[in-house]
DNA sequence: TTTATATTTAGACAGTTAACTAAATATCGT
DNA sequence: ACGATATTTAGTTAACTGTCTAAATATAAA
């Protein structure tokens, strides 16, 4: 699957955007990217995943918990491919 | 269901972010727009009715053709939000 | 007004997604 | 090594998506 279209899938979805907008403000594990969420922490797991194959957050363990990290690189070429239209 | 998720599922489509490259140069009718692309003409009909859910075309008659534009407009929000991530 | 052309709508089907519960895995502290 | 905590993986289910074929609708042309 494309680039553009595996970003655009993931931001395609309120929960997804909204756990990256958290992410912004710095480094969060699961159990505290869950909190607050209206779904078990199984289902934000599984947002996780798509987030991650997307390449739009990475992950590393840290001690118990598993932190995720906002990764706004791959952004740029779905970014990009908008820009073409406003453009010009 | 929100406007910029409305816009990126939209956009999570390659055959339909193609039909809206080919907006861009210019309006096209649904025949035209079905040339090349690897599906039925059904088919097309139902990814225009999607990007028009979106907003992000406009259609009028002309004819016995049915004539497509492209309003880009709504890529302004979805946009916007995007641009949050890289700014600052 | 009948026939042809352009396009959509309806119905079916396979594959994907988002959610759940329950079970598995990994690390930590004792 | 054991029990607690953190998180994922597995399996299920309902809803959604992308595609098809066939039928319906709308306009144009003869």
Request: aromatic share 6%; net charge positive.
């Amino acid at each position: 699957m494309s680039l553009p279209t595996l970003t655009f899938k993931a931001l395609a979805d309120p929960t997804r955007r909204q756990m990256l907008e958290r992410l912004r403000s710095g480094d969060l594990n699961a159990g505290e990217l869950a909190e607050g969420l209206p779904m078990t922490k199984a289902s934000v797991s599984h947002h996780l995943a798509m987030l991650k194959q997307a390449g739009l957050i990475r992950v590393r363990r840290q001690g118990q918990n598993l932190v995720y990290t906002l990764d706004a690189t791959v952004f740029q070429e779905a970014l990009q491919w908008m820009m073409g239209f406003l453009k010009d």
